[in-house]
Each structure stands twice: as structure tokens, then as C-alpha cells.
């Protein structure tokens, strides 16, 4: 899947202002217009963007993370400069749209457990700052990434039991000292998984919790 210039398909809709604001139809979401200072002199807003993340997401996630955290602070810097609440308005419902269209990006070329929880803690933390509750971004973003999260822990538990299994099976000599290692290397299998939620939600500490334990039932059953 191709990371650079990739957009988000599922939040235009929601960032492409189908509804206008006045009688000429501009868009909340689109390019922020010219604002004015209480000198009344004009300024021309730069419209947000972000960097395309790296080639090798997974391997770097946490350094993009903190790349587009420095550009969140200094967009809020300057949407807490004097301007019309108009404008303000205007310029944070683009500025959310950019942000979580970014993040949905993000979401898309993860592929592990670990950075999809590293991902969603650092929203969750940041919450406050990036939501919008008129248009609810947030939430349906929050939705999707739980989804992946709990596919992905499918996945890793599955082919983490499938190695243990394998190692298990190669033993020439199965002892009682054997039969404790498959016990152990199957509790640290099963306890990783939900560490990675238990900071984000209780709930979904329990659903991750829920997912290892049914791999572990269909791994005791071959």
C-alpha cells in the first residue's frame, strides 16, 4: 500500500464542506480564508498541512508522532491569536479535518499490535486538543482504530501460539522441564496483549483480553 500523498476516502465526505457556509457555498473544511487582526490588517492563513510519513512507518512511527505533535502546538499558537470567532471557527474545523484525516493515514499503514496502540494513546492523550465534537471525527477514527488493534492481536497471538506449538513438537524429549516452558511461553504469550489497552480503555483492555483467550481455546483443542 502506497504511504506518500495516501488520503483518507472515508473522512472526505466529512472535510469536503458538502454544506456551504454562505451564499457562495465555501467549504468549513477546505483552505482557511484570509483572516483579519483586530488592526483590522489582513492575513493570509497557510494552510495546514502535514509530512508524508516514512517509507518504514512501523520502524518510525513514534519519531513522525513527534513531528506532527510540533505542528499541532503551532497551529493552535496561531489560532489563539486575535481574529474574528467567525474565522476561529473556520480555521479549527479545517484544522481538525486535516488532523484526523492525517491520523486515519496513520491508522491505515500500521501493521502491528504495538503501533496501533502507540498510535491510539497518543490521541487518547490529546484528545482535548484535536477533537471536534460538531463533527465527530474522533470518534468514528477511535472506532476503526480498536478494530485493527483487535485484528492485529488476532493475528500475532495466532502465529505466536503456531511457533510454540512448533517448538513444542520438536522436542525429542518431553519432560516435565518441557512441559513447564510450553506453560510458561504460553501465560507470556497470553498476558503481553492486553498490556497494550490497559492504558487506553478498561473496556478494551477486556476485548483484547477476550481475543487471546479464544486463540489460546482453539490452540488447546488441536
Request: with cysteine.
Amino acid at each position: 500500500m502506497s504511504i506518500n500523498g495516501q488520503s483518507s476516502r472515508e473522512l472526505l465526505p466529512l472535510c469536503s464542506g458538502e454544506a456551504s457556509d454562505d451564499e457562495h457555498g465555501s467549504s468549513d473544511c477546505s483552505e482557511p480564508h484570509s483572516v483579519q487582526s483586530n488592526d483590522h490588517s489582513t492575513q493570509t492563513s497557510e494552510p495546514l498541512t502535514f509530512p508524508d510519513p516514512p517509507a518504514d512507518l512501523d520502524r518510525h512511527l513514534d519519531q513522525h508522532l513527534k513531528t506532527i505533535e510540533e505542528i499541532v502546538e503551532n497551529e493552535l499558537k496561531k489560532l489563539s491569536h486575535s481574529m474574528s470567532e467567525e474565522d476561529r471557527t473556520r480555521l479549527k474545523k479545517h484544522f481538525h479535518c486535516e488532523t484526523c484525516t492525517h491520523l486515519n493515514n496513520l491508522l491505515q499503514n500500521i501493521s502491528t499490535s504495538k503501533n496501533c496502540s502507540l498510535l491510539m494513546t497518543w490521541v487518547l492523550q490529546r484528545k482535548d486538543l484535536l477533537d471536534n465534537p460538531d463533527l465527530e471525527l474522533l470518534d468514528e477514527w477511535e472506532t476503526k482504530a480498536q478494530t485493527k488493534l483487535l485484528k492485529r492481536v488476532q493475528e500475532e497471538v495466532c502465529n505466536s501460539l503456531e511457533k510454540i506449538l512448533k517448538v513444542d513438537q520438536s522436542q525429542t524429549c518431553h519432560n516435565d522441564e518441557a512441559y513447564v516452558q510450553l506453560y510458561v511461553d504460553l501465560i507470556q504469550c497470553i498476558d503481553a496483549m492486553p498490556k497494550l489497552a490497559q492504558n487506553i480503555s478498561t473496556i478494551l483492555f477486556y476485548r483484547v483480553q477476550e481475543v487471546c483467550f479464544q486463540e489460546l481455546l482453539n490452540f488447546v483443542k488441536r
